[in-house]
C-alpha cells in the first residue's frame, strides 16, 4: 500500500527557513514524481513544486522560485523542500503527492502540475509563517 508522510512544519518568523520531509513508501519511488502542494485557508490548493525520480528533473511555482528548493534522496525514498526567505504569504498546509512519471511528459506538463493528476498524498503538514 502506497504512503506518504509529511513532516517538518512548523511556526517561524519571516525571513526564516525550514525543511519538510516526504517519506515514501509502497510503491518503486524512482519511477514517480513527487510534488509538493499547498493549500491556506479559503484559498484554492496551489502547486509549488515537484520532482522527477526518474531524471531529477525538477519545477517550482513563480512564487517559491528562487526561495525553495526540491531534493529527492532515492535510498532513503524520501524527497525534502528546503524553504528560505519564508513570507507570511506561505503560511499553509503543505502536502505531498505521489504519481507515476512518463518519458512522453516533459517537466512543465500540465499532468505534473495539477493536483488532480497525483494518485497518493500525504496527511500535510502545517507551515505557519509569522511577520
Known amino acids: 500500500e502506497a504512503q506518504l508522510v509529511e513532516s517538518g512544519g512548523n511556526l517561524v518568523q519571516a525571513g526564516g527557513s525550514l525543511r519538510l520531509s516526504c517519506a515514501a513508501s509502497g510503491f518503486i519511488f524512482d519511477e514517480y514524481v513527487i510534488g509538493w502542494f499547498r493549500q491556506a485557508p479559503g484559498k484554492e490548493r496551489e502547486t509549488v513544486s515537484y520532482i522527477n525520480n526518474g531524471d531529477d528533473s525538477t519545477y517550482y511555482a513563480d512564487s517559491v522560485k528562487g526561495r525553495f528548493t526540491v531534493s529527492s534522496d532515492n535510498a532513503q525514498n524520501t524527497v525534502y523542500l528546503q524553504m528560505n526567505s519564508l513570507k507570511p504569504e506561505d503560511t499553509a498546509v503543505y502536502y505531498c503527492?505521489?504519481?507515476?512519471?512518463?518519458?512522453?511528459?516533459?517537466?512543465?506538463?500540465?499532468?505534473?502540475?495539477?493536483?488532480?493528476?497525483?494518485?497518493?498524498w500525504g496527511q500535510g503538514t502545517q507551515v505557519t509563517v509569522s511577520s
Open positions: 503527492a505521489a504519481r507515476e512519471a512518463f518519458l512522453g511528459y516533459s517537466v512543465g506538463s500540465r499532468y505534473y502540475k495539477t493536483a488532480s493528476e497525483y494518485d497518493y
